[in-house]
């Protein structure tokens, strides 16, 4: 049986790993663009936490895939057919949402999202830019059709939300989103593929480790007399 623990098992786990790294970065940013949509349009959900939980859950889900997929080609794989195939499957997992949205693409629910008559209800009407906060006639949002009059109050008069505008609730929903993006545009952006490439080099060390330890023994070993 190969060597799992070669140079070129070694080559084949980091492509893998960084081609995943890659793929799901648009989940990533997807996911934090609905937490950050929620947490600042309140008025235009009736279960804001939902709304919000709903990118949460994404990128959990998205973490958990590429971490599991750096699991399985560590641990898994006695050919490179088999990493390669593992990776796979591994792409199904991630991409299974688009799967399910294709099947019912045609329901009610979805016309709301892609027909152009519901597009204003997406728009992004706020910002937490510092360049927004003065109150200035320009900085105010325009007014629309959409809300009912029960809900119109909900809707802030400025297109600069701040700290002080939120409730107890969305400010720990806003924290949790600024956690996360600042954790992934730090870290997980650009050093997982680097982490992921430092794993296979240490298996690949441990591994060769006493292959390297026997080699080096010997070449100490001095020619008889």
């Known amino acids: 049986m190969q060597s799992q623990f070669t140079v070129e098992f070694g080559v084949t786990r980091v492509i893998t790993q960084i081609v995943m790294h890659v793929l799901m970065q648009r989940e990533f940013e997807q996911a934090l663009l609905m937490m950050k949509y929620a947490a600042n349009h309140p008025w235009k959900f009736r279960n ?3 709304a919000f939980f709903s990118g949460f859950l994404q990128i959990v889900i ?4 590429e971490t599991s997929n750096i699991y399985i080609m560590l641990a898994n794989g006695s050919t490179q057919f088999d990493i390669i195939a593992n990776f796979i ?3 199904i997992v991630a991409d299974f949402d688009n799967y399910f949205y294709a099947v ?9 999202i892609v027909r152009d008559e519901y597009a204003n209800l997406f728009v992004w009407e706020t910002t937490t830019s510092r360049d927004a906060h003065a109150r200035i006639p320009e900085n105010e949002l325009a007014k629309e ?5 029960k809900e ?3 809707r802030p008069k400025y297109i600069a939300i701040t700290w002080r505008d939120r409730s107890c609730s969305n400010r720990i929903l806003f924290f949790i989103y600024r956690t996360l993006q600042v954790g992934y545009t730090s870290f997980y952006y650009y050093f997982m593929p680097f982490v992921a490439t430092f794993s296979v080099w240490l298996l690949l060390l441990e591994a060769n480790q006493s292959v390297a330890e026997k080699k080096f023994a010997d070449s100490k070993v001095s020619p008889a007399k």
């Open 62 to 65: 998205s973490c958990i895939v």
């Open 104 to 112: 019912r693409s045609r329901d009610k629910i979805s016309e709301y």
């Open 89 to 91: 499957i591994m792409l």
């Open 145 to 149: 059709n959409i809300l009912s009059l």
């Open 152 to 154: 119109m109050h909900l």
């Open 48 to 50: 804001v936490p939902l």
